[in-house]
């Protein structure tokens, strides 16, 4: 056991923890001279299964109203028309500028390689660890692709809010904060708390973060202004976006519509609409221009309704792309119908490419990261095929 | 050969050290407070399910009168009332959190506490819409609490069965395409099997999602839950008329033609028996009791006691306690919120007398909401795979920040009169203290950011 400490002793550590903390990437920004690429990525995972047929409606093809149902709106029950073919769900209106502006588009009947038991934790594990399966994968494809990229700092990438993100987690430092969080102590009350926290380096380092991340906030806050978890997280993403910052990821929760779907996507399509026009409305001037967001979900859900009102896990789904980056305002995709042997299990929509392929597509696009190691170090396995030409 | 430690027994298998409560002195007294009478149930009751049920037929019987008499003076005073049983389910919900941290607080037997809370995550079920929302602490009253130290496959049935696990994963609405119930809505209604507990009693209950099961496995178990159903009069209830007929074949076992809940019963008491269940549940047990990577040989230990005493769980916990690995005397695992708050309030003694009288106004704001800020909302998981067990999930720099800024606020208004925090240094890490806790305890330059600092540290808040 350690002998008591004397007051100089402590005085001295105290020194020591002040110098671990002024090492710590957080108070010291890299430049922007000094990041490998200026444009910045956010990944939204959508989490429960978003509904894409409900969202982005393939109204034109001749079996989507009798498979769906009530679910079926198309133009003629209140959606709005994209292209001819597909419809916008009322409740994603907002965007709608976003889409005429060429800043928004959707990649449709997308999957990751996961199939058959549609369970939504193995479904949101395999997205986020961007991998055929699993077996023995501890990280996230976002912290695999910091890995292979040079110079990239703790500060380059931010996971926001209070959900786990999988997808950022691994050997790569990223930081993480959810804009409520506080920590308002006397500088020596602080400082014993580093000391005590010392011996334990996960605490530790959490600690030091947090120390930091709420100051920022505090100054932020001071007009006290209160808004909904989804703003907020969006805009604080939006705001380290806005500096050093490179890569945010965050969760949207409330996908998994078993019930009652018109009301329950209704919610949570509106919290998409209003976190995209938060992040392009909260950046700062020109950065939203050199933006990608890409939101994605675990898997869609069956094509036809079930007994209440809603839909169950399925297997096709939707991507949605946005951002001044986004070479948007069209539906991408191969559209592999609803019809009598289209559907896969003849229940869901069928996969017809590997979600995948799209976010390394774009992140060569905003990184220059070369695709042998997008194929092998960030999605181990992926064929990318052609460029679907998702950015400008 | 173990190395028992009457201190790490209390922190590792209980809610950690209590000033007025002796630690218990060996691994038979960890099992002898499994049996017998639950005193500390009876000491701060919780009102079981079957009570809780007055409140959603009460509900219910607003919710008539109101369809009954849509646009009336009556159907607005039907409303008012309907808005009471919501408002006093919701306060007894809050005052249920209080009872249960009150048990976790006063018992001597931490260990039977920390298995409710064990398999009521295992087992986690919230009710969707209205006042049934509020019935998870009497769900576990009835169909936890009961079964911890009994076979799995009780556990499994009382659970699986119970009306808040087929509200909360859609059990209830699931018709059979082949039912009498779907020929009597006809073709023109919309109808169908509901996957989702079937699912989930593989992947999350049963097997494990490693487990040898294929979706056919998943569709014909869904299939065979049809029927599984419930009232607010009368509890679980089998509706004949909603069961597909028809045997059906779950992991290569058929099972019966007859509309019934027996099939259902052999059927879960099969995959409670399952290998792959044993396992599943082995490696459960040792990630929460030990640690994030727990030692594999206290796995293999575990599964072979569930495997050879046709899973009974008394003897996998006596085996869990008599292991090596279990003594481990680094402390690992990061306490869940929900644990820190639990083992803050038994450090501090908390008397009962403390939480009577106290409005739910208090009871969020000392203990509801800081909950919530640290990322662990009172009986509100995600998904019904519980409460993440990795600390990587809850060492981040906002849960940790919350943990601090109620470490330090709310002792205070627990207790009257904070104890010493040179004291409580001992008396809240037990051997696990140490020098530098005990410097900073000594220098805060107020008592409670002392105990703060206290509580803080990581031989209190890991286990």
């Known amino acids: ?392 | 050969m173990h190395n028992f430690d009457p201190d790490l027994a209390e922190i590792r298998f209980g809610y950690g050290l209590s000033p007025v409560l002796a630690p218990p002195q060996g691994v038979d007294e960890l099992l002898a407070g499994l049996a017998g009478p639950d005193r500390i149930q009876q000491r701060f009751p919780i009102e079981s399910f079957s009570q809780f049920r007055m409140r959603m037929v009460a509900a219910q019987k607003q919710h008539q009168i109101r369809r009954e008499n849509r646009g009336t003076e009556l159907a607005q005073k039907a409303r008012k009332q309907q808005r009471v049983v919501n408002r006093e389910a919701r306060v007894a919900m809050i005052g249920w959190l209080g009872q249960t941290m009150l048990r976790r607080t006063h018992t001597p037997s931490a260990f039977r506490e920390r298995l409710v809370a064990f398999w009521a995550d295992h087992f986690t079920a919230l009710g969707k819409q209205g006042v049934i929302r509020r019935a998870t602490s009497p769900y576990i009253e009835e169909a936890i609490r009961p079964f911890v130290a009994s076979r799995f496959a009780d556990l499994l049935q009382a659970t699986v069965m119970h009306p808040l696990m087929l509200d909360y994963l859609d059990q209830h609405k699931s018709i059979g395409p082949n039912s009498a119930r779907a020929a009597k809505l006809g073709a023109s209604a919309v109808r169908g099997v509901n996957e989702n507990l079937a699912r989930e009693v593989l992947e999350l209950h049963t097997l494990g999602v490693e487990g040898p099961y294929s979706q056919t496995d998943v569709t014909q178990l869904a299939e065979l839950f049809t029927g599984l159903s419930f009232g607010a009069p009368n509890g679980f209830v089998f509706r004949k008329d909603f069961a597909e007929p028809g045997a059906e074949t779950v992991m290569g076992v058929s099972y019966g033609t007859d509309a019934s809940v027996q099939p259902i019963r052999d059927v879960l008491n099969n995959l409670a028996m399952h290998p792959a269940t044993a396992r599943h549940l082995a490696r459960k047990l040792a990630v929460h009791f030990t640690s994030d990577t727990p030692d594999p040989s206290l796995i293999d230990a575990l599964e072979a006691a569930y495997l050879a005493h046709d899973g009974h769980l008394a003897p996998v916990y006596q085996a869990l306690l008599e292991h090596p690995a279990a003594w481990d005397p680094v402390l690992s695992n990061v306490k869940l919120p929900i644990d820190f708050v639990s083992s803050t309030l038994r450090a501090l003694a908390v008397p009962k007398d403390h939480f009577q009288g106290r409005k739910e106004k208090w009871f969020r704001r000392w203990l509801g909401t800081p909950l919530a800020q640290m990322g662990q909302v009172w009986e509100r998981p995600q998904g019904p795979d519980g409460w993440a067990e990795s600390d990587a999930a809850w060492i981040t720099p906002q849960g940790v920040a919350h943990r601090v800024m109620w470490a330090m606020a709310a002792p205070p208004n627990l207790v009257r009169g904070l104890p010493d925090p040179r004291m409580f240094v001992d008396k809240a890490l037990g051997r696990f203290a140490n020098e530098t806790v005990r410097f900073a305890a000594a220098s805060a330059d107020n008592r409670p950011e002392a105990i703060g600092l206290v509580l803080m540290s990581p031989a209190f808040q890991r286990r």
């Open chain 1, 1 to 392: 056991m350690a002998a008591p400490l004397s007051r100089r002793e402590f005085l001295a550590r105290t020194g020591f923890v002040g110098c671990s903390l002024a090492a710590s990437p957080l108070v010291t920004p890299i430049s922007f001279a000094a990041a490998p690429w200026d444009t910045r990525l956010v990944v939204i995972i959508l989490r429960g299964g978003m509904d894409g047929l409900d969202a982005v409606q393939p109204y034109g093809d001749s079996a989507f109203a009798q498979m769906r149902g009530p679910l079926a709106l198309g133009p003629e029950g209140g959606a709005y028309d994209l292209d001819g073919y597909f419809a916008l769900h009322p409740a994603l209106a907002p965007l709608l500028r976003m889409w005429q502006a060429g800043q928004l588009g959707f990649v449709h009947a997308v999957s990751t390689p996961y199939r058959g038991k549609r369970s939504h934790f193995d479904g949101q594990d395999l997205l986020e660890a961007g991998t055929p399966d699993l077996a023995g994968v501890r990280d996230g494809w976002l912290n695999r692709m910091l890995q292979v990229l040079p110079q990239a700092s703790g500060q380059a990438a931010y996971a926001v809010g209070r959900n786990t993100m999988r997808v950022l987690q691994g050997a790569a430092d990223v930081a993480n904060w959810a804009p409520d969080a506080k920590l308002s102590l006397s500088p020596q009350t602080l400082t014993l708390l580093e000391l005590v926290t010392e011996a334990d380096p996960a605490l530790h380092a959490a600690l030091s973060e947090a120390r930091i991340l709420s100051q920022i906030e505090q100054a932020k806050r001071k007009d006290g202004q209160r808004t909904s978890a989804h703003v907020d997280i969006a805009s604080f993403a939006a705001q380290r976006l806005s500096e050093e910052t490179r890569i945010a990821a965050f969760s949207l929760n409330g996908w998994d519509t078993h019930r009652a779907q018109p009301q329950s996507i209704g919610r949570a399509l509106t919290q998409l609409s209003e976190t995209l026009l938060t992040l392009q409305g909260t950046m700062a001037g020109g950065v939203w221009a050199k933006t990608a967001v890409i939101a994605m979900t675990e898997f869609g859900r069956t094509v036809r309704q079930n007994g209440a009102g809603g839909t169950d896990h399925g297997t096709g789904g939707l991507m949605i792309a946005a951002g001044g980056a986004i070479k948007g305002g069209r539906v991408f995709g191969n559209w592999p119908g609803l019809g009598q042997g289209d559907l896969y299990e003849d229940r869901d929509l069928m996969p017809t490419r590997d979600v995948r392929a799209y976010a390394a597509w774009v992140m060569r696009a905003l990184t220059g990261l070369d695709r042998h190691k997008l194929e092998n170090a960030v999605f181990p396995g992926l064929d990318m095929g052609r460029d679907p030409g998702l950015i400008l």
